[in-house]
T-cell receptor, first 112, second 119 residues
Framework: EDKVVQSPLSLVVHEGDTVTLNCSYE??????LLWYKQEKKAPTFLFML????IEKKSGRLSSILDKKELFSILNITATQTGDSAVYLC????????????FGQGTRLTINP | GAVVSQHPSRVICKSGTSVKIECRSL??????MFWYRQFPKKSLMLMAT?????????EQGVEKDKFLINHASLTLSTLTVTSAHPEDSSFYIC???????????????FGSGTRLTVV
């Protein structure tokens, strides 16, 4: 059974800190790994990673994938209170409908 | 970019009644849609994969007679929660695959979700 595990489950930091969120996976037919940010409603897309070692960057957020060790990290530098959210990692399989399997999420709280 | 409209955003119903949730792809054709359920402070759990013109594929442990999925057209999938009970109260989210390319979500566009409360 495909599995995605995120850590930590919860994280509280002060504004300005840098955080690293982790995602490890066990998937039979890996296609891609996606990161989402969820505030109150539906998840919003952050990154999609398919190749090892290539960092994706968007402003203060960056992410990288290690397909050998089966994990990914999401970094947020100079955190702001608006970064408070649940960050979800999902892995897409290569077969059939290419469904996504989600991890449990990391609840990030940024205190002023 | 690709947009998925989900309706209603919030619904309260009495125990024993049925509730229908709609998921529409507004500017693309979605041959495949996914239905997720999310409990408070938990992640998204895939319930079923909905394929246009054919039966949905349900994940293990999801009752297909309770959660009826219909994907009659390339732009609409519906989830009907039949004979709802309080334990069905949850946040339901749909997602559609856009194969046309050029979508920054790389093919997975989410609806805004439906919060169902069964009283």
């Amino acid at each position: 059974e495909d599995k995605v595990v995120q850590s930590p489950l919860s994280l509280v930091v002060h504004e300005g800190d840098t955080v690293t969120l982790n995602c490890s996976y066990e998937v039979t037919n890996f296609r891609s790994l996606l990161w989402y940010k969820q505030e109150k409603k539906a998840p919003t897309f952050l990154f999609m990673l398919t190749s090892s070692g290539i960092e994706k960057k968007s402003g203060r957020l960056s992410s990288i994938l290690d397909k050998k060790e089966l994990f990914s990290i999401l970094n947020i530098t100079a955190t702001q209170t608006g970064d408070s959210a649940v960050y979800l990692c999902a892995v897409g399989d290569i077969q059939g409908a290419q469904k996504l399997v989600f991890g449990q999420g990391t609840r990030l709280t940024i205190n002023p | 970019g690709a947009v998925v409209s989900q309706h209603p955003s919030r619904v309260i119903c009495k125990s024993g009644t049925s509730v229908k949730i709609e998921c529409r792809s507004l500017d693309f054709q979605a041959t495949t849609m996914f239905w997720y359920r999310q409990f408070p402070k938990k992640s998204l759990m895939l319930m079923a994969t909905s394929n246009e013109g054919s039966k949905a594929t349900y994940e293990q442990g999801v009752e297909k007679d309770k959660f009826l999925i219909n994907h009659a057209s390339l732009t609409l999938s519906t989830l009907t929660v039949t004979s709802a009970h309080p334990e069905d109260s949850s946040f339901y989210i749909c997602s559609a695959r856009d194969y046309t390319g050029g979508d920054r979500n790389y093919g997975y566009t989410f609806g805004s979700g439906t919060r169902l409360t069964v009283v």
